[in-house]
């Protein structure tokens, strides 16, 4: 059966990064994309962007242009996530997904990252 | 990059039927067959409910079907059980800028 088995919380200071991991079993990892998404307290969803776990191509949404990588390790079928220069509107819970990219048909159970000071 | 725009809120009885409806623009629901739907319940992940403005994943209730006219899609939920209640959101390719965009959300309620 397909899984994404996310890190753990964090909490992180103001100005500094995190890196969130996705480990990915039960299907060929490089058949398929992983897209990030976030979703802040009580608020809804947002797209964050996309990673081709087959040729690592990428396409992130504009607001995080320059603050957001995105990056895989095919050898563990684990993708990844790093956010810089966090500020506290950056504090949400982040879900990785499997897409081509389009349809996410299969989530993360969600990693919760508090910025705060 | 703004998002799609949803209701707030939906309420039915059990046994009806509602329809959520989200609405863009040509750049993205009125442009493409890309239109995804996805059930938040409490504390979960989201889950995929329609793809490709209306097709169902495997184990997904015929209760749940998707349409699009013109720059509008709609999830129309059939059959209203309490297990329906949580959030629900669209989301659609957009051809420049973000490419991806979700509605707003929209909170269903079984009264």
């Known amino acids: 059966q397909v899984q994404l088995v996310q890190s753990g919380a964090e909490v992180k200071k103001p100005g500094a990064s995190v890196k ?32 081709s776990a087959y040729n690592g191509n990428t396409n992130y949404a504009q607001k995080l242009q ?3 990588t995105m990056t895989t390790d095919t050898s563990t079928s684990t993708a990844y996530m790093e956010l810089r220069s966090l500020r506290s509107d950056d504090t949400a819970v982040y879900y ?13 159970q969600g990693t919760l990252v508090t910025v705060s000071s | 990059q ?18 959520i409806s989200c609405t863009g623009t040509s750049s993205d629901i009125g442009g493409y067959n890309y ?25 997904i209730s015929d209760r ?3 349409s699009k006219s013109g720059n ?7 059959g209203l059980q309490a297990e329906d ?15 991806y965009v979700f509605g707003t959300g929209t909170t269903v309620t079984v009264l």
């Open chain 2, 35 to 59: 239109v995804s739907w996805y059930q938040q319940l409490p504390g979960k992940a989201p889950k995929l409910m329609v793809y490709d403005v209306s097709n169902r994943p495997s184990g």
């Open chain 2, 72 to 78: 509008t899609a709609s999830l129309t939920i059939s």
């Open chain 1, 20 to 51: 969130v991991s996705c480990k990915a079993s039960g299907y060929t990892f490089t058949s398929y994309g992983i897209s990030w998404v976030r979703q802040a307290p009580g608020q809804g969803l947002e797209w964050m962007g996309w990673i």
């Open chain 2, 85 to 99: 209640e949580g959030d629900y959101y669209c989301t659609s390719f957009r051809s420049s800028g973000t490419r």
């Open chain 1, 66 to 68: 320059g603050r957001v």
């Open chain 2, 2 to 19: 703004s998002a799609l725009t949803q209701p707030a809120s939906v309420s039915g009885s059990p046994g009806q039927s509602i329809a």
């Open chain 1, 96 to 108: 990785c997904a499997r897409s081509e990219p389009g349809p996410l048909d299969y989530w993360g």
């Open chain 2, 64 to 66: 749940f079907s998707g």
